[in-house]
């Protein structure tokens, strides 16, 4: 089946094959390092996932390669098309501007035929003036790559409301954003991130816990990228069975299914695909519906929407 994928770190889905080469450590270290073995008992053991990543990415080559490398695992997995988002900001460690680090990226995932464009992550936690400078390159490469913004990091410290700034100076650059709600935090964060104006929550889960958080995402149409392995795993339910995305689906919601992390989780959409036919018995037209709602809600244009629409229904 032809997929689209919505919600996608790339610090997060780094093949352990080239942490290994890269870091000269052997291919059991690597996996050690980048990927849960089992759900996480703490935040702080999932995001420790991400350092050895994020070590390797601050040179132009290597954010190039793990892009590019990264494309090739999305053509294996059938995706037709994908967001890809990162926080640039934290790539700047060995002496790389922000230009160098999306251009890097940029040329990466060109050299790989499949569709793909950039959201960038303004973080949790970060100064304004840093996340500030997130906008205004996103705002250089708007529609050039980069398709939408984004809030990462840890949403219990950090309450969205706090962001709100920036996202009114998103909202008059005319830079669609997605915000990470509901996943650390409770409905009241989804609600707020609504109210920000984010036309997709990444996650989102949490808005079951209040119908009137469920009502306004119906009212206005939002979509909730689900990323269900990696609820898993930052321990958010004991198993998938116990996880709200059928009922969400069944209340008319438009969700989509996304990997969140690729290596962290270990998983690929074709095996979250898998996973939620064997507990959920979704149907293929149930899946073909979500990638419809993707399709629908991605930063793209009507015309490209309508090329999407045709592949995947071919
Ligand atoms: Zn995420």
């Given at each position: 089946m032809k997929k689209v994928e919505l919600h996608l770190h790339l610090d997060g889905s780094i093949r352990p094959t080239t942490i290994s080469e890269l870091l000269n450590i052997s291919l059991e270290e690597a996996i050690n390092l980048s990927t849960?073995?089992?759900?996480?008992?703490?935040l702080k053991e999932y995001l420790d996932k991400f350092d050895i990543p994020l070590k390797i990415m601050q040179t132009k080559e290597n954010l190039e390669r793990v892009s590019y490398e990264l494309t090739e695992d999305l053509l294996k997995d059938d995706v037709i098309y994908a967001e890809i988002r990162f926080a640039p900001n934290k790539h700047l460690e060995q002496g790389l501007t922000l230009e160098e680090v999306i251009k890097s990226v940029l040329k990466g995932l060109s050299k790989v035929k499949i569709k793909t464009n950039l959201i960038l992550c303004m973080m949790r936690g970060d100064s304004f003036e840093d996340n500030l400078k997130i906008i205004k390159l996103a705002k250089k490469y708007l529609n050039n790559g980069v398709v939408a913004i984004d809030l990462a990091g840890n949403e219990a410290a950090y309450p969205?409301?706090?962001y709100k700034e920036l996202f009114d100076i998103a909202k008059k650059e005319g830079i669609p954003f997605t915000i990470h709600a509901?996943?650390?935090?409770?409905a009241k964060s989804v609600k707020n991130a609504i109210n920000l104006?984010?036309?997709?929550?990444?996650?989102?889960?949490?808005?079951?816990?209040d119908e009137e958080t469920i009502n306004l995402i119906k009212e206005k149409n939002i979509t909730l990228e689900i990323c269900p392995k990696s609820n898993l795993d930052t321990n958010?339910?004991?198993?998938?069975?116990?996880?709200p995305i059928k009922k969400l689906y069944n209340m008319g919601l438009n969700i989509t299914i996304n990997t969140d992390n690729r290596t962290v989780s270990n998983t690929t959409l074709t095996k979250t695909y898998k996973d939620l036919i064997d507990v959920f018995n979704f149907t293929d037209q149930d899946l073909i519906n979500m990638n419809i709602n993707a399709i629908n809600c991605a930063f793209i244009t009507l015309n490209e929407k309508q090329g999407l629409l045709k592949q995947l229904i071919k």
């Open positions: 849960l073995k089992t759900k996480s008992k703490s969205v409301m706090e509901g996943e650390a935090d409770n104006g984010a036309k997709r929550i990444g996650h989102g889960v949490r808005a079951i816990e958010m339910y004991d198993n998938l069975k116990e996880h």
